[in-house]
């Protein structure tokens, strides 16, 4: 799987999505905002079970909307966003499936592991 740590606000796209080369993260951004996407059973859980309670899915909106992507799956149309959850004192990372452009799908959520990441944005080799 490629990984690429990205050093702006974009993201590359398959020719298969259309005739974009490039996409806006703000795009995404704009389905969350309007309430266009989905949210895993699996994101929603892992998120509880790290401590992001009460209104789960309130925060996870949150974090993809004001987020940081920090990196991106090319092969796999997926972006890792942190985020840190200011009332809860928790930084969270979100995977953002956009293999459907028009309702991205938040996969997963945990709470990063410091033993793995530099500040929680940069991953340890």
């Given at each position: ?7 702006n ?7 298969n ?33 790290d ?34 959850l ?34 929680y ?5």
């Amino acid at each position: 799987m490629e990984i690429r740590k990205l050093t702006n606000e974009r993201i590359h796209e398959s020719p298969n999505v259309g005739d974009r080369d490039l996409v806006d993260i703000e795009y995404l951004r704009k389905r969350f905002i309007d309430g266009e996407y989905a949210i895993s059973d699996h994101a929603i859980i892992e998120a509880r079970k790290d401590g992001i309670v009460p209104r789960t899915v309130e925060k996870l909106e949150w974090a993809a909307i004001n987020g940081k992507v920090i990196e991106e799956y090319i092969d796999r149309k997926r972006v890792l966003i942190y985020a840190e959850l200011k009332e809860d004192k928790l930084p969270v990372h979100i995977v953002v499936d956009y293999s459907f452009w028009e309702e991205p799908v938040i996969v997963t959520s945990y709470v990063p592991d410091s033993r793995y990441w530099i500040k929680y944005k940069i991953r340890k080799k």
